[in-house]
């Protein structure tokens, strides 16, 4: 009798059935709904999140359109590679006691836009600045006006590049340097 009763006892533990929220079913069959909802607008009406002034548009070229998907993006290579700028200058930067710096920097003449040198201290004061070098240019050397400390000192070069018809600014670089300034012979 004892086996039987703990028999009927597990037979009706393992036998109920769980109890559903109605409310958990209704927040899940809202959240359902409004996923489906959003997908089919998104597909109804196309992609939401695109600008009015759509960019790709403006990179192709008005025959894009009866262009192969394989000429598109030969095209569309093309302007971003008018668009890159690589920078070329030594890492380390050696600085003479009349505060010459030998940058040996270069606007290599693959380059597409004009560009500019900024050295900047690492205590953030302005130590050079260059004119504007067009592509093929090269700039051995600069006058610092800043305080540069003996010994090695960190430092950033900032590129800047312009576009050579507008002169408006196309974007900018920035390389971590090293300063090494020569102690004076004389001490």
């Given at each position: 009798?004892?086996?039987?009763?703990?028999?009927?006892?597990?037979?009706?533990?393992?036998?109920?059935?769980?109890?559903?929220?109605?409310?958990?079913?209704?927040?899940?069959?809202?959240?359902a709904?409004?996923?489906i909802?959003?997908?089919f607008?998104?597909?109804?009406i196309?992609?939401?999140?695109?600008?009015?002034d759509?960019?790709?548009?403006?990179?192709?070229?008005p025959?894009?359109?009866?262009?192969?998907?394989?000429?598109?993006?030969?095209?569309?290579?093309?302007?971003?590679?008018e668009?890159?700028?690589?920078?070329?200058?030594a890492?380390?930067?050696?600085?003479?006691?009349?505060m010459?710096?030998?940058?040996?920097?270069?606007n290599?003449?693959?380059n597409?836009?004009?560009?500019?040198?900024?050295?900047?201290g690492?205590?953030?004061t302005?130590?050079?600045?260059?004119?504007?070098?067009?592509?093929?240019?090269?700039?051995?050397?600069?006058?610092?006006?800043?305080?540069?400390?003996e010994?090695?000192?960190?430092?950033?070069?900032?590129?800047?590049g312009?576009?050579?018809?507008?002169?408006?600014?196309?974007g900018?670089?920035?390389?971590?340097i090293?300063?090494?300034?020569?102690g004076?012979?004389?001490?």
């Amino acid at each position: 009798m004892g086996n039987d009763s703990n028999l009927d006892r597990y037979s009706r533990l393992y036998l109920k059935k769980p109890r559903s929220s109605p409310r958990k079913a209704a927040r899940l069959a809202a959240i359902a709904f409004a996923v489906i909802a959003a997908a089919f607008i998104a597909t109804a009406i196309g992609p939401p999140f695109l600008p009015a002034d759509n960019r790709m548009s403006s990179i192709l070229s008005p025959a894009s359109a009866d262009k192969t998907e394989e000429e598109i993006k030969d095209e569309l290579g093309d302007a971003v590679a008018e668009g890159m700028m690589n920078v070329s200058m030594a890492s380390t930067v050696t600085v003479d006691e009349d505060m010459n710096a030998h940058l040996s920097a270069v606007n290599i003449p693959q380059n597409h836009l004009d560009q500019t040198i900024t050295l900047i201290g690492e205590d953030g004061t302005e130590l050079y600045a260059s004119p504007i070098l067009p592509p093929g240019t090269a700039l051995d050397t600069a006058q610092l006006a800043g305080p540069v400390p003996e010994g090695r000192s960190n430092a950033t070069a900032v590129f800047t590049g312009y576009d050579p018809t507008t002169g408006q600014a196309a974007g900018t670089i920035a390389l971590e340097i090293t300063l090494e300034k020569e102690g004076n012979a004389d001490e």
